[in-house]
């Protein structure tokens, strides 16, 4: 009977330490204690109305957030992911409102533009063996260059307008800007993508050939090159991967706001890293999680909004993520260092 006991108690403590080396643990614990502070402290958060204006927020910036993560296990950075949001909004308001392309046409073309700058920065990375901060902190520069010289050049303006009387412009509305209404509240279509988009990219990670290539091209290169994994394409595919959902981003605040900014996105990138990192990416790569990603999306989301409905200074927020940061930094490499004794 003791034996039998104690073989439930290690059985138990084995499961338990298990759930403990989940990369996005730490974050869920977070979530649920940032919510429940600010659902006490605030009379709003926590209500519909509320809780639509938050998760809206976290919707957007948790699908690049994602997106960048899957990068960050692959080992590699975009810091251009930010202006890829504009750049594609841009492109779409551009060629619909001032050439007369067809709204669909364009958001094709735009998708295209955006693979085409995520295949160039994975295929110098690749080929040049410059670190990815150095080479997508250029195409950052130069996707902000063109949203803003060369937009208004264009157009004479830095922001594209009347884009609801373009024609057909309800049926793209309808997919990336539309909403529902629950319980009172507002849920937008960006939360459903952030839904579908990080569980395709946990099915990608979890249940998949390509996502055991994205570990393995993260924590061991040399290993999995010589094992047979194709480094070079996947970490070209990753970066396409990471422009695609800047597109997804740019058309849906394009269609949820109507309007596009030249500066929109700019600076949000290390927004989504530091969602990643508190999610339980590591920094060296090869480590994470796509759902703590999104949770770290959530966590931010849910700050940036709380401390407005609790009537603080708003730059308290950037406070707030410089210890989240650090915090998640040392919490990660806990767990990864538990992680290594367990095996």
């Known amino acids: 009977m003791t034996s039998v006991a104690l073989d439930e108690r290690l059985a138990s403590k084995g499961l338990f330490g298990r759930v403990l080396t989940r990369p996005e643990v730490g974050a869920l614990v977070a979530a649920i204690a940032v919510f429940v502070f600010f659902a006490v402290v605030t009379d709003t958060f926590a209500t519909a109305s509320g809780a639509s204006t938050w998760l809206r927020s976290a919707s957007t910036i948790g699908i690049m957030a994602v997106a960048v993560a899957l990068l960050m296990i692959g080992g590699e950075f975009d810091l251009s992911a930010g202006a890829m949001t504009g750049f594609t909004g841009l492109a779409v308001g551009v060629m619909t409102t001032q050439w007369g392309l067809n709204i669909w046409a364009a958001m094709l073309v735009s998708l295209v533009l955006a693979l085409a700058v995520g295949f160039l920065n994975g295929l110098l990375v690749m080929r040049t063996g410059l670190p990815s901060f150095i080479v997508t902190l250029g195409t950052f520069f130069v996707l902000q260059g063109i949203d803003l010289a060369a937009v208004k050049a264009v157009i004479g303006q830095v922001a594209i307008q009347g884009m609801a009387n373009v024609p057909f412009y309800s049926q793209p509305h309808a997919v990336f800007g539309s909403a529902v209404t629950v319980a009172g509240g507002r849920v937008y ?145 806990a767990v990864r260092r538990r992680a290594e004794r367990s095996r």
């Not at 480094?231 to 309007?259: E, N, P, Q």
């Not at 790569?285 to 999306?297: C, D, E, F, Q, T």
């Open 189 to 333: 279509a960006s939360v459903f993508w952030w839904i579908l988009v990080t569980a395709a990219a946990t099915w990608v990670l979890l249940k998949t050939r390509v996502g055991n290539w994205i570990f393995a091209v993260g924590g061991a290169q040399t290993s999995a090159r010589q094992v047979g994994v194709p480094v070079a394409r996947t970490k070209i595919a990753l970066f396409m991967t990471s422009a695609g959902a800047g597109w997804l981003v740019g058309m849906l605040l394009l269609f949820t706001t109507s309007t596009v900014q030249s500066n929109t996105g700019v600076g949000q990138e290390f927004i989504y890293i530091i969602c990643a990192v508190v999610g339980g990416c590591l920094l060296t790569g090869g480590y994470g999680s796509a759902v703590g990603a999104a949770l770290g999306a959530l966590i931010y989301g849910m700050t940036n909004q709380g401390i407005v409905y609790a009537g603080w200074d708003n730059n308290w927020l950037k406070a707030f993520l410089g210890v989240m940061l650090l915090g998640a930094v040392l919490l990660n490499e």
